[in-house]
């Protein structure tokens, strides 16, 4: 049995599928899904390849979950999108704004989804998406406010990268930005921050461990106790079982500097790793450095750094790639696509060695994610 390899695609103005033949050589784009329609997140179940869950923002009905059980050729909204507990909800003015992040269970939970929201919020669904129920653990935390109440990004607080560990289903982690990065290990019932060696010149005391801004956050798939992280102060690396960040983001060329969103790893080599740099001079401009898009990879855990831009453009190119919008298939060798807020989406079947575009014209890429359809 072969499988094909297709990109799922959120953007500003609805999602697109766009699926490639055999070789990774020829692509060819959907249909727009929910045209005009804001789709922050649009995911591929690899426990049933079949099942999609769409976090989106569609007109009259805000924010909302659509699922689908045929790869994407029809979705069904949830019948009880994420929401915060009444009581909740009363006691501190909650709504939930836009569901920005969905991420699939534990393996051994099939039908477990997890979504993040804006305000800050985790939601639980355990039949793919249906309908969703609080996080009560996270959502209702004693410390919540004090946790959540450091300022805001300009797109609003939200929880991203849940990431469950593939060992150990009832351990996670949670980003929020701004907030930190924060842990459980009985699936939500207690939480703690973990947050300790980031650098941070907006939080003025050092001892406090919340209040962080975590664009990405991954765990490594084969060597889970390895946790990678983008944040707005640079490049983490942490190993478990110690509780401390080691900036890595330090060892990039000092006119490049380490400051993005996106950041993807080798699915079975810990050591490597891929970032996409942003500008972060003292107006935040958030675009490709000098307007020289690069990607940049190590192969050690990052000590060092190589920059990958061939093929890229060479100037002239002042382009985001946003926290959802890198990620890479599971081919050999890696492939490795990143979206552009210009509405391009970018290709790499040697591991980030060269680059082409697949597609342009398409509005702002929120996400990009990978679906494998077996045939």
């Not at 080691?246 to 950041?263: K, V």
């Amino acid at each position: 049995m072969t499988k094909k390899i297709s990109l799922l695609i959120g953007t500003r103005k609805g999602a697109f599928i766009l699926s490639s033949d055999d070789g990774r050589k020829e692509w060819k784009l959907s249909e727009p899904i929910f045209l005009g329609h804001i789709v922050y997140h649009l995911v591929s179940d690899p426990r049933n390849r079949k099942h999609l869950v769409m976090a989106a923002k569609t007109g009259h009905l805000g924010p909302t979950v659509y699922y689908s059980h045929d790869y994407g050729k029809t979705f069904v909204e949830s019948s009880s999108p994420p929401k915060f507990a009444s009581a909740d909800n009363e006691a501190n003015g909650k709504a939930v704004e836009n569901v920005f992040w969905v991420s699939v269970g534990h393996e051994s939970e099939p039908g477990v989804w997890y979504a993040g929201t804006s305000p800050p919020g985790l939601f639980r669904s355990e039949n793919n998406g249906g309908t969703w129920a609080p996080v009560t653990g996270f959502n209702d935390h004693p410390k919540y406010s004090e946790w959540m109440g450091q300022g805001a990004t300009p797109g609003g607080q939200m929880v991203h990268s849940v990431n469950v560990n593939p060992n150990n289903k009832n351990h996670m982690y949670v980003g929020v930005s701004v907030g930190g990065v924060f842990e459980t290990v009985d699936q939500g019932k207690k939480w703690v921050p973990l947050n300790k060696g980031i650098a941070a010149d907006f939080i003025p005391d050092p001892n406090v461990e919340y209040g962080h801004d975590p664009h990405c956050v991954v765990v490594h798939p084969a060597k889970p106790e390895r946790l990678y992280q983008q944040n707005h102060c640079g490049i983490y690396r942490l190993d478990r079982p110690d509780s401390t960040w080691i900036r890595i983001g330090d060892n990039m060329p000092r006119e490049i500097g380490d400051i993005g969103f996106p950041i993807v790893v080798h699915p079975s080599n810990p050591d490597m790793a891929w970032v996409f740099p942003m500008d972060g001079t003292t107006v935040w401009p958030r675009t490709s450095p000098d307007g020289k898009p690069c990607v940049y990879l190590t192969k050690d855990a990052g000590a060092s750094w190589i920059r990958q831009d061939k093929g890229l453009p060479s100037s002239k190119a002042y382009f985001t790639v946003k926290r959802q919008a890198m990620v890479n298939d599971f081919a050999k060798p890696l492939g490795l696509y990143f979206g552009t807020s210009q509405g391009e989406v970018w290709a790499s079947d040697d591991e980030g060695a060269s680059w082409k575009c697949l597609v342009s014209y398409l509005p702002e890429i929120y996400s990009l994610s990978i679906m494998e359809i077996d045939e």
